[in-house]
C-alpha cells in the first residue's frame, strides 16, 4: 500500500520511518476502522515484527489504541488534518462562497483539492444528504470518475497524465463509469476547453454533479468546486443553464482574492 509513488528512497533526506509511519496510519480508513497486526503487514508489506514497532510506538505517542487484538486510531490523529485545515487559507476562504451557492440553488456545494490518485474535500455546504455514504471534510473519492477530480485532472500536464494512467486504477462504480482511457482523455480535453465537468451517474447511480476548476494569480487549478444533485430531479440540461452561471459567478469571487 504505497502512496507515495515518487518517492527516491535513496535520497539521503529521506527518512524511511517516517515514511513507513505515515503508510501505517493510511491504513486506516473507510471499512478499516480496526486492524490487527495481521491486517496492517499486509497492506503495508511488512514484517510483523516491524509493524508491530511501528504500530506500539505510534499507540505510545497516542495516536493508536491497541485492544490486546486490534488497533484503531485516536482521536489525536484529527490533529495531522486540523494542522492543513488552519494552516491553508483556501478552505476559510471557500466556506462561505460555498454556503452562497449551496443558498442560490438549494443544493449541495463541496470544494477537494487532489492528493495521489483522489480528491479530498477541503470545504463543504450541505442541503441534503443526496449520497449512500455521508461526505465531510476530509473525504476522499476517486478523482477519474468525479466532476471535481475531472476539473483539476484537465489541467494538468501531458506527462503527468501519462503516468497517472499507467498507474491509477479506474474501476467501475457503476454501469455508466468512464473507464477507457482514450474516452476518459477525449472527456478531460473537453473539459479543458468549455471550463467545467459535468458527471452523469458515473460515481453513484441517482448523482450528477456539476465542477468548475479554481484558478490562483499564476494560472494554476488550486482546487475544483462542485454542485451535487439528485438525477431524478435536475436534468443535465438545468445544470448547464441554471446551475454553471451560478457556480462561475460565485467562483469569480474566490479567484480574485486568492494569491
Request: hydrophobic share 40%; charged share 25%; glycine share 6%.
Amino acid at each position: 500500500m504505497d502512496t507515495h509513488n515518487d518517492r527516491d528512497e535513496s535520497d539521503k533526506e529521506f527518512v524511511k520511518a517516517a515514511a513507513k509511519s505515515l503508510q501505517i496510519i493510511e491504513c486506516f480508513g473507510d471499512g478499516r476502522a480496526r486492524l490487527s497486526l495481521t491486517d496492517v503487514s499486509k497492506l503495508t508489506s511488512m514484517t510483523r515484527a516491524g509493524a508491530r514497532r511501528y504500530l506500539l510506538t505510534l499507540t505510545q505517542l497516542g495516536y493508536m489504541e491497541f485492544d490486546g487484538k486490534f488497533f484503531s486510531l485516536t482521536p489525536r490523529i484529527l490533529r495531522l488534518g486540523y494542522s492543513y485545515l488552519s494552516a491553508s487559507p483556501l478552505p476559510a476562504r471557500l466556506q462561505p462562497i460555498l454556503e452562497r451557492i449551496s443558498n442560490r440553488t438549494e443544493e449541495s456545494s463541496s470544494a477537494a483539492v487532489l492528493d495521489d490518485k483522489e480528491v479530498v474535500y477541503v470545504a463543504r455546504s450541505a442541503k441534503k444528504r443526496i449520497m449512500s455514504i455521508g461526505l465531510s471534510v476530509g473525504s476522499r473519492l476517486p478523482a477519474f470518475c468525479t466532476s471535481l477530480g475531472r476539473v483539476i485532472l484537465a489541467n494538468k500536464p501531458a506527462d503527468w497524465l501519462d503516468h497517472y494512467f499507467e498507474t491509477v486504477p479506474r474501476p467501475a462504480l457503476t454501469e455508466h463509469t468512464k473507464t477507457d482511457e482514450a474516452v476518459l482523455r477525449a472527456e478531460l480535453e473537453s473539459v479543458r476547453e468549455r471550463g467545467f465537468a459535468i458527471v452523469d451517474e458515473e460515481l453513484e447511480l441517482g448523482l450528477r454533479s456539476l465542477a468548475a476548476p479554481v484558478f490562483n494569480m499564476a494560472g494554476e487549478v488550486v482546487c475544483g468546486v462542485n454542485i451535487s444533485v439528485q438525477s431524478h430531479r435536475v436534468s443535465v440540461a438545468e445544470m448547464e443553464d441554471c446551475l454553471l452561471p451560478i457556480l462561475r459567478e460565485c467562483l469569480y469571487e474566490v479567484e480574485r482574492i486568492l494569491p
